[in-house]
């Protein structure tokens, strides 16, 4: 599986982006998809997953409410709407794939794709 994500840019705080991953490959619907993200002299860190089937997502506390995960298998693509932009945001940002959401909510990938970078201005 090969991941290639878009999307990232300067927004103010309090706007809106939106990430995609489009994935290559046949088993894309197979897979749970999930979001990471990496801030300067930060770990990477969790973000958002959504099961295979979409009937599931999960988010770490920081941005519920704000984010949302969606995926299109016709498409095998995911998304990720973040609205209400803070500048904690601010970070390279890496989709993902691995067996279960739940795997991806504990930083356990099959593959990543390369960062798109969103910068969020206070």
């Known amino acids: 599986v090969q991941l290639q994500a878009s999307g990232g840019g300067l927004v103010q705080a309090g706007g809106s982006l939106r990430l995609s991953c489009a994935a290559s490959?046949?088993?894309?619907?197979?897979?749970?998809m999930g979001w990471f993200r990496q801030a300067p002299g930060k770990e990477r860190e969790f973000v958002a997953a959504?099961?295979?089937?979409?009937?599931?997502?999960l988010y770490v506390d920081s941005v519920k409410g704000r984010f949302t995960i969606s995926r299109d298998n016709a498409r095998n693509t995911v998304y990720l709407q973040m609205n209400s932009l803070k500048s904690e945001d601010t970070a390279v940002y890496y989709c993902?794939?691995?067996?279960?959401?739940?795997?991806?909510?504990?930083?356990?990938?099959?593959?990543w794709g390369q960062g798109t970078l969103v910068t969020v201005s206070s």
């Open positions: 993902a794939v691995s067996s279960t959401s739940g795997a991806l909510a504990t930083g356990k990938t099959d593959y």
């Open positions: 490959g046949s088993t894309f619907s197979t897979y749970a």
């Open positions: 959504i099961s295979w089937g979409g009937g599931r997502t």
